[in-house]
């Protein structure tokens, strides 16, 4: 199971990731922060040159990145490999030089090594460090398109950026745009790439089916890349592709729950997110589906991420089905405040009704994820890191060995896999 990122180590890869996104060759700069996070979680002093080599090749990259990564004092050649400028895995002194490297600059300090007076002492360059070291990031990266430049000039690098860029489909740089704007290649190229695939021989970008979120996963491995406001939907609008966008037509929040009929006991699958609840509305409503992901459930209920805010809501609406006993199944995202949502709920069903995970739900959540992300650490970040875990063994203990020491990655990692990673095609 991966170890936890201390804070530091948090901090050391997004000074890091800054750095290698300003000094690496444009071509990998995209990759920056994931060069940062795998030199940072080696761990060890020195680290060998394999190591090195490894985390370089699983981002593409080769000699030249390796080369820059000396020339700004990344990695300091010593014997048996290299020394790493970026923290060890705990947040004090003590811990470095449990692990031989109390005296190593880490990459956190670099920035702040060019501001400190050339005559300051070690422990005042430190202090420096700490004052200026940048707080976590949020949960999405700070990709934007406000501040790219037009391009008109010619080199080497540039045109091999556009050389790329053509090999795209013709609909994403016919307009001019991106090939005078080639940073944003280099920023986007992974999900360029993945829009250009997925529109290849395609009129449009979905074919209706697919809510616009559950459409934005499926492309690009963010269920908000496409949102109104998002840089995704800028990214179309500037390429001229701003009707490309095809998702299913969005429900209306009012329809809140959907159970045709009563019975003495029910079964009740609750829905975090609209797009999970519509599909299993309509498998029930359309196509007289009686079983969700092979359960028997008599209904489904739309929760809004907020139903345990209000504690009489879900069990009010259970006292109006007059069932003998009813049972609630909880299906959420899978990250820190999902999992407390559902401990919550346990809570607010005392006495009223029974409430238990959606483990076939979940359990193909983590699968999907699994064969998407083999590594749990490459999910979606969230800002979740400040959130208490509850909820935890609720859904660890009924899944396989493999599929909870996944689990359990993404959550102490402060990580998301959505539910709109399934579809209504999954049920």
């Given at each position: 199971m991966a170890q936890k990122l201390t804070e530091q180590e948090q901090a050391a890869i997004v000074s890091l990731a800054k750095l290698l996104g300003k000094e690496l060759p444009a071509a990998h700069r995209s990759n920056a922060g994931g060069i940062a996070s795998g030199l940072v979680r080696l761990r060890r002093c020195p680290v060998t040159a394999a190591d090195v080599n490894a985390v370089l090749a699983k981002y593409g990259a080769g000699p030249d990145e390796l080369e820059a990564l000396l020339a700004i004092d990344v990695l300091e050649p010593m014997?048996?490999?290299?020394?790493?400028?970026?923290?060890?895995?705990?947040?004090?002194?003590?811990?470095?030089?449990?692990?031989?490297?109390?005296?190593?600059?880490?990459?956190?300090?670099?920035?702040?090594?060019?501001?400190?007076?050339?005559?300051?002492?070690?422990?005042?360059?430190r202090a420096i460090a700490r004052a200026e070291r940048p707080k976590p990031p949020a949960r999405r990266d700070a990709r934007t398109l406000s501040r790219l430049d037009t391009v008109r000039k010619q080199t080497p690098e540039l045109e091999d950026v556009r050389r790329k860029i053509i090999d795209l489909d013709p609909r994403l740089?016919?307009?001019?745009?991106?090939?005078?704007?080639?940073?944003?290649?280099?920023?986007?190229?992974?999900?360029?790439?993945?829009?250009?695939?997925?529109?290849?021989?395609?009129?449009?970008?979905?074919?209706?089916?697919?809510?616009?979120?559950?459409?934005?996963y499926r492309v690009f491995g963010d269920e908000k890349f496409l949102a109104l406001e998002a840089e995704g939907r800028k990214l179309l609008h500037l390429m001229g592709l701003s009707d490309i966008v095809n998702p299913r037509p969005q429900v209306k929040l009012e329809l809140l729950h959907h159970i045709p009929r009563q019975h003495r006991h029910m079964r009740i699958v609750v829905s975090e997110n609209l797009d999970p609840w519509v599909n299993m509305r309509n498998a029930m409503y359309l196509e007289g589906r009686k079983r969700i992901f092979g359960e028997r459930v008599h209904g489904v209920v739309f929760g809004n991420?907020?139903?345990?805010?209000?504690?009489?809501?879900?069990?009010?609406?259970?006292?109006?089905?007059?069932?003998?006993?009813?049972?609630?199944?909880?299906w959420g995202d899978i990250?820190?405040?999902?999992?407390?949502?559902?401990?919550?709920?346990?809570?607010?069903?005392?006495?009223?009704?029974?409430?238990?995970?959606?483990?076939a739900a979940y359990r193909l959540m983590l699968r999907r994820a699994m064969e998407r992300f083999p590594d749990p650490l490459d999910n979606e970040p969230t800002d979740q890191g400040g959130v208490a875990i509850r909820g935890l063994e609720l859904l660890e203990g009924e899944l396989k060995k493999g599929e909870a020491a996944y689990l359990r990655a993404v959550i102490e990692h402060a990580l998301l896999i959505p539910q709109e990673i399934l579809t209504a095609e999954d049920l």
């Open positions: 014997e048996g490999g290299y020394r790493l400028c970026a923290p060890s895995d705990d947040a004090g002194d003590a811990g470095s030089e449990k692990n031989g490297a109390a005296d190593a600059p880490t990459a956190a300090d670099a920035p702040a090594r060019r501001h400190a007076p050339a005559d300051a002492r070690p422990d005042e360059q740089w016919i307009n001019g745009w991106l090939l005078s704007t080639p940073d944003a290649y280099v920023i986007y190229e992974r999900e360029l790439r993945s829009l250009s695939d997925a529109i290849a021989g395609r009129p449009s970008l979905g074919d209706g089916t697919l809510s616009l979120r559950e459409l934005s991420g907020y139903l345990v805010d209000d504690p009489h809501k879900l069990p009010d609406l259970v006292a109006t089905l007059s069932a003998q006993d009813t049972t609630v199944l909880y990250d820190r405040a999902g999992l407390s949502i559902l401990d919550k709920l346990g809570e607010v069903a005392v006495g009223h009704f029974d409430v238990q995970p959606f483990v």
